[in-house]
């Protein structure tokens, strides 16, 4: 089950949860089924078009921001 990441179009409440294909995720704080589904880190585009750069200080493969913090 993946995890994803919501804001509440009634309260404005942020939150992650496990959704299953046959779920309907709702709010904890109202309970309300009115989302809006955030993109994750790694479902983002790249800034400007480009692709992200690929760390040097730590683990080779990783994009900038997610190990050393070494990178531009």
Same mark, same amino acid.
């Given at each position: 089950?993946?995890?994803? +990441?919501?804001?509440?179009? /009634?309260? +404005?409440?942020?939150?992650?949860?496990?959704?299953?294909? /046959?779920?309907?995720?709702?709010?904890? /704080?109202?309970?309300?089924?009115?989302?809006?589904?955030?993109?994750?880190?790694?479902?983002?585009?790249?800034?400007?078009?480009?692709?992200?750069?690929?760390?040097?200080?730590?683990?080779? +493969?990783?994009?900038?921001?997610?190990?050393? +913090?070494?990178?531009?």
């Amino acid at each position: 089950m993946p995890i994803y +990441g919501f804001a509440c179009k /009634s309260c +404005g409440h942020e939150f992650e949860t496990l959704v299953r294909a /046959s779920d309907t995720p709702a709010c904890p /704080s109202c309970a309300g089924e009115d989302l809006d589904q955030k993109l994750s880190l790694i479902a983002a585009p790249a800034k400007h078009g480009r692709e992200a750069p690929v760390c040097e200080g730590g683990r080779p +493969g990783v994009s900038c921001g997610m190990c050393c +913090g070494t990178c531009d």
